[in-house]
């Protein structure tokens, strides 16, 4: 059986810890069946589910060769919201402010991934998974404004996903971004 993987921006570990304190004011119920646990936050950029390790190796050395255009960006988390119905979702996720920057990202994995198959369909919706998995009876949630958690995106790392384990995600490859103080992300 291939493993599952995904690429994603990497938190910090300030950020991780100060969306999980926002997690766990706000969610006052036992209303969903997984919470993510804290070492695991991340905004997904590309999920490529069971691929081999020739293909893994493909994405990888594509975005090796491309990841050199981008430089570390922040990133503002300023809300809650969710995917799927109003009184039962799926997904409680935090959000970040519209960012030039992490969509360039995007692109480019995009690109990446395309070596070894189409890649995302659905449009991109950055977001930090908070909980998922709605379970008992429809009830209202929190989604609205909260304190801003900003971050500095340095590093893009390809997760390997154990399900069962905590923390479920584990590092396959990691790619640091341009570091050189306040930008917008590009390397011009």
Not at 47 to 66: M, P, W, Y
Not at 91 to 117: N, R
Request: proline share 5%; net charge negative.
């Amino acid at each position: 059986m291939e493993n599952h993987y995904f690429i994603a921006c990497t938190l910090s570990d300030e950020a991780k810890s100060k969306l999980h304190t926002i997690r766990e004011s706000l969610l006052t119920a036992d209303k969903f069946k997984k919470e993510t646990d804290q070492a695991d936050l991340h905004v997904t950029l590309s999920f490529l589910g069971a691929v081999s390790e020739d293909q893994l190796n493909i994405v990888c050395n594509a975005l090796d060769k491309k990841i050199k255009e981008h430089r570390a960006f922040k990133l503002t988390f300023n809300y809650i919201h969710t995917f799927g119905p109003e009184d039962s979702p799926r997904v409680w996720w935090a959000g970040p402010e519209e960012s030039e920057a992490l969509s360039f990202l995007y692109q480019t994995v995009q690109e990446a991934v395309s070596k070894i198959h189409k890649g995302e369909s659905r449009p991109f919706r950055p977001h930090v998974t908070l909980a998922k998995k709605w379970k008992g009876e429809p009830a209202s949630v929190y989604r609205g404004p909260i304190k801003a958690v900003t971050d500095l995106i340095k590093q893009v790392t390809v997760y390997e996903i154990h399900p069962g384990e905590t923390p479920m995600y584990k590092t396959y490859y990691s790619m640091k971004l341009i570091e050189s103080g306040e930008n917008n992300g590009t390397a011009d």
